[in-house]
T-cell receptor, first 114, second 113 residues
Framework: DQQVKQNSPSLSVQEGRISILNCDYT??????FLWYKKYPAEGPTFLIS?????DKNEDGRFTVFLNKSAKHLSLHIVPSQPGDSAVYFC?????????????FGKGTKLSVKP | NAGVTQTPKFQVLKTGQSMTLQCAQD?????MYWYRQDPGMGLRLIYY???????DKGEVPNGYNVSRLNKREFSLRLESAAPSQTSVYFC???FGGGSYEQYFGPGTRLTVT
């Protein structure tokens, strides 16, 4: 079973506060995770990734945390800005067989209110 | 660099009509992908091409065919469109191998009536 789950379809946050987007996965063999951001009428763009040998990766306002024992990762955005309003997808490379293909979660729509 | 380009941006088809969605990348990537995005369903892989000359089915291949014309171009064909194929289609590319980051085109919004 190879699934990536984003159980919150939407999240609303006030500008300047922290946004936390969550993602769970089913296959403990997944060893790399990616976050993509998608604006309406545009293609997804790569945001940040993390390897399973790390538990944290930071890039400016964006930090991804990985908890392997819980099979859970989260994306933190601090401080949140109105321009961060978008749909965020987490993804993991398919394990075995068609390696390199990404399995995507269903996405979380983030709204950052001014 | 244009990155990944897709044509057309929008298309309306009648049931049973055929069409080809075009995709090209100028990043010298080895692997290319076609996804569809439906509300509440995330991105689902239709077909992929790990390298020039190879194509394989993804999660939802029924009703579609693909052609990897050369290293740059990867087309998706709907032979007999159905309303269930109304969706937004994205093409993506990557270096492949151990490089997992995929770069996406702007999408084609297809409506089948």
């Amino acid at each position: 079973d190879q699934q990536v789950k984003q159980n919150s379809p939407s999240l609303s946050v006030q500008e300047g506060r922290i946004s936390i987007l969550n993602c769970d996965y089913t296959n403990s063999m997944f060893d790399y995770f990616l976050w993509y951001k998608k604006y309406p009428a545009e293609g997804p763009t790569f945001l940040i990734s993390i390897s399973s040998i790390k538990d944290k990766n930071e890039d400016g306002r964006f930090t991804v945390f990985l908890n392997k024992s819980a099979k859970h990762l989260s994306l933190h955005i601090v401080p949140s800005q109105p321009g961060d309003s978008a749909v965020y997808f987490c993804a993991a490379p398919h394990y075995g067989g068609s390696q390199g293909n990404l399995i995507f979660g269903k996405g979380t729509k983030l709204s950052v209110k001014p | 660099n244009a990155g990944v380009t897709q044509t057309p941006k929008f298309q309306v088809l009648k049931t049973g009509q055929s069409m080809t969605l075009q995709c090209a990348q100028d990043m010298n990537h080895n692997s290319m992908y076609w996804y569809r995005q439906d509300p509440g369903m995330g991105l689902r892989l239709i077909y992929y091409s790990a390298s020039e000359g190879t194509t394989d089915k993804g999660e939802v291949p029924n009703g579609y065919n693909v052609s990897r014309l050369n290293k740059r171009e990867f087309s998706l064909r709907l032979e007999s469109a159905a309303p269930s194929q109304t969706s937004v289609y994205f093409c993506a590319s990557s270096f492949g191998g151990g490089s997992y980051e995929q770069y996406f085109g702007p999408g084609t919004r297809l409506t089948v009536t």
